[in-house]
């Protein structure tokens, strides 16, 4: 009776820390089967989509949705997602409690990616003195590595008490697409005013949540365009499976839900954010 009493006790002092971490808003992702991949007709679409918003055929010569595997239909039990990907605010308040290196990346390492944007642009997004980009505050974190997206999420378990973590690739996209195969998270027709991406975006990130009109059948949100997200799901040695597509790209192919790529676990994107998972 004792030691109940004190652990009651225990509990009820850590509480109230644990309660001065918000936790981010979820939603619900019930359990059951749903279809995953994708078939020939709609990597075809994709392609399609690709050429028109680009003018030329590069991504149906580089095959870069044949890795999607087909359509088939998979079980998952139901879980908890973040309704946005995590904003900087969300991370500032982890920045500030563990003294975790802020994002950003320097020149030289941002050059040895090899990608196609220029280190000036990373500058908009980068952190000072351990604070985002004024104004910025709503958008999501970018800049951040895998591991650094799984430090956050184990930081977060700690300091509420819930088992946080990185979705699976298959979590992901049901969170996005429904249990019904849709193309995007609101149907089979790709539209430009419903996300975050290229074809008539503003070339940047955007608060999250601004598509309400882009939420997935179970009210997730951004999960088209926006930024790419980190999953659980490995591509490789030392890489792992990034979904969603993001405010670069145009067409939007890759923004749909059956689409994903891997990348080195290492590289901090303006690109690449990430949403979590809560256990139950």
Known sequence: MRTGLVVAALWLAVAPLRAAVPE???????????IVGSDRAEREIAYALDERGYGHDVTRQQRWYESEGERRTVRLPAFRITATPISNADYGRYIAATGHPAPDVDRATWQDYGLVHPYARTRRFAWRDGRPPMGREDHPVVLVSHADATDYANWLSRETGQRWRLPTADEWEKAARGDDGRYFPWGNDFDPARLNSHDAGPFDTMPVGSFPAGASPYGVLDVAGQVFEWTATPAGAHRHVVKGGSWDDKGCGVCRAAAGHGRPDQ????LIGFRLVREP
Request: avoid cysteine; charge should be positive.
């Open 24 to 34: 981010p808003p979820l939603r619900d992702i019930p359990g059951g089967t749903f």
């Open 267 to 270: 590289i901090k994107h303006i």
